[in-house]
């Protein structure tokens, strides 16, 4: 991995050189647009993709003032195409979910699982751009840090779902929580998705420690 494309340097290309990023933001959006138009619940698309839109504007917004690596794009691209390809079918009834249910005779649909797994996974290394970048953080915590953020947004992530679910109709605030009778739900996607960051996080400070022995 070039030192200049990952976390470890903010030796970034701009937006109008970096032609990898440029792929990345418009096959997205290609692909966006195409989910959106063969979505089987336009509200419930809509409230899944809030967060995407505000994203969107963030990113675009600081740029300038600060660019991610290309790998923590990479990252953001593949965790929003899981997400909207989620979306499109309202998590509770996405194929493949439904594939992996009755291949291995599972009670629930998964894919909600995966997705908020690959929360955690994908979105850890991201986080560890901004605090070394940004913060500063050496050390242990620059590994440490990205696991208890990750916490702590899949906490308010819950909260937002319980929200929403609050002031939306039933049927509405059950699809988008898809909990689907599940009790646990809430604690579960939460506990998957800082499994997910631990998973990177070791990855990356196992490759950095064996780099660093070289």
Same mark, same amino acid.
């Given at each position: 991995m070039s030192k200049q494309f990952s976390s470890a340097s903010m030796a970034?290309? #701009?937006? +109008?050189?970096?032609?990898?990023?440029?792929?990345?933001? %418009? #096959? $997205? +959006?290609? /692909?966006? *647009? %195409?989910?959106?138009f063969n979505c089987i619940d336009r509200q419930d698309w809509f409230i899944e993709n809030i967060l995407v839109f505000l994203f969107a504007i963030y990113a675009v917004a600081h740029y300038r003032y600060f660019s991610f690596s290309d790998v923590s794009y990479v990252c953001f691209y593949l965790f929003l195409l899981l997400h909207i390809f989620g979306a499109q079918y309202a998590y509770t009834q996405n194929p493949l979910g439904e594939w992996l249910q009755n291949t291995y005779q599972l009670w629930r649909n998964p894919y909600d699982r995966i997705v908020h $797994?690959?929360?955690?996974?994908?979105?850890?290394?991201?986080l560890r751009d901004?605090? +070394?970048?940004? *913060?500063? *953080?050496?050390?242990?915590?620059?590994?440490?840090l990205p696991i208890e953020i990750t916490l702590s947004l899949a906490c308010i992530f819950e909260l937002i779902e319980w929200m929403v679910a609050a002031v939306?109709?039933?049927?509405?605030?059950?699809?988008?929580?898809?909990?689907?009778? &599940?009790?646990? &739900?809430?604690?579960? &996607? /939460?506990?998957?998705?800082?499994?997910g960051a631990a +998973?990177?996080?070791?990855?990356?400070?196992?490759f950095n420690r064996k780099k660093n022995l070289k």
């Open positions: 970034r290309k #701009s937006f +109008i050189t970096n032609r990898p990023v440029q792929l990345l933001v %418009i #096959s $997205f +959006i290609a /692909i966006w *647009v %195409i989910l959106c $797994f690959s929360f955690g996974l994908f979105l850890a290394y991201p901004i605090l +070394i970048n940004k *913060v500063n *953080v050496k050390g242990k915590w620059q590994y440490l939306t109709t039933k049927e509405t605030g059950e699809t988008y929580v898809a909990t689907q009778g &599940d009790a646990w &739900d809430a604690h579960k &996607d /939460i506990a998957v998705a800082v499994v +998973i990177t996080m070791l990855t990356v400070y196992l």
